[in-house]
């Protein structure tokens, strides 16, 4: 499923993301997701906020990118994970990375283009530039920046509405929309409309998501679609989540049906699933939602672990958050991160672990001083899951 340590080691040069930390043995490291497992210890009361506040401070201040070295998917990860003040380098000075694209500056994968329909961000292979369908914009969209902001393209003055119309019309039976539905969730007022999109039909919002739940399958088929998904199905799971979270946000009370319900049927699945899977050193399986297993490869459990954990911060109210078997996999991931301060680790899942990161750590106990708040942190935002999980 995944690259071998070895491999993940040369990609890194690469793809990864820089560290200031001190240079220690590989050898050390490879097997200790492996070791004999043993009880997870939980810091006692505020000590967990503490290991996290110190494993986010790290990785944003510690850690650094750069427009010479870095492209647009590496830096829009950490975009993700730290917001619209999230620095990078530029010929050896901070420069923020959404004013820097914003202004129409350059910047390798970063590719966008207008039609006639709206702003296009195109996909790139090789992870430099978009790598699916909307995924820009849904970064964009999980941090509050607004549609009315203006964006420079090819010296013309647009705004992020012209990147959410063409999201719309970009919509046809059988696309990948994990990260349309992100975007449209967000940004569609009011929420329940519909449009036409390029393959003629009209669409809506429900219409995505009971797409990317599989509703018109049985639940087996539906679990199984999902779980052969990007990521383990993780990023499917993460736009079901915030989806979910955005309509029930807009319609308090309101009886699921439908999509809504499907998704909320796939939520609940995928949670019991992962609680089910967990190992006992509170990592999650790097199998994802198909079985329980383990590594010694550290890319395995940085991506699993992350992208994991990430949906759950999503899926769950901040009462669930607090459980003790989602404290053990918030302490797993804050302890590999610290144990791998020194190495350039890959971009992809060190940030969506750290995001995991600053979602719970809002969620739980609030926002971190002087940092931006990330879209539907609150607690209605987080409880897509049922109480039974």
Known sequence: ??????????????????????????????????????????????????????????TQHGREMSLEDHA??????????????????????????????????????????????????????????????????AILSQWNVPATRPIIVAGKEYSVQDLIDRTKYDCFEGKESSWTIIVLSKHLDPMDQTWIGTDKQEWSLERLVAME??????????????????????????????????????????????GWLAAQQRIDWAVAAARELQLPTGAFSIAFLFRSANSNNLDEHLAATGHTLEFLTFALSK?????????????YMCNLLERTKHLDLECGGLYHAVHALVLYREKVYGPREGEPRPQGAGELAGATASAAN
């Open 319 to 331: 009462k669930q958050l607090e459980e003790p078997w989602v404290q053990k996999a918030v302490v």
């Open 1 to 58: 499923m995944m690259r071998p340590f070895l491999l993940f080691a040369v990609a890194a040069l690469v793809l990864g993301c820089g560290s200031h930390g001190t240079d220690e043995p590989l050898a050390e490291l490879q097997t200790a997701s492996n070791e004999t497992p043993r009880s997870v210890e939980v810091p006692k009361e505020e000590g967990l906020r503490e290991l996290i506040d110190r494993t986010l401070d790290f």
């Open 213 to 258: 739940a599989g509703a018109q399958y049985d639940e087996e088929t539906a679990q199984n679609e999902i779980a052969n998904s990007a990521c383990g199905g993780m990023h499917r799971l993460i736009g079901l989540s915030i989806a979910l979270n955005n309509y029930k946000a807009a319609h308090p009370g309101v009886e699921l049906k439908g």
């Open 72 to 137: 647009a998917w590496q830096l829009l990860h950490g975009v993700l994970a730290f917001g619209e003040n999230f620095e990078i380098l530029s010929a050896g000075q901070k420069v923020n990375a959404v004013d820097w694209v914003f202004d129409g500056k350059p910047m390798k994968g970063w590719t966008i283009n207008a039609t006639p329909q709206g702003l296009r961000a195109e996909i790139e292979a090789g992870k430099y530039g978009q790598g699916h369908d909307d995924q820009w914009m």
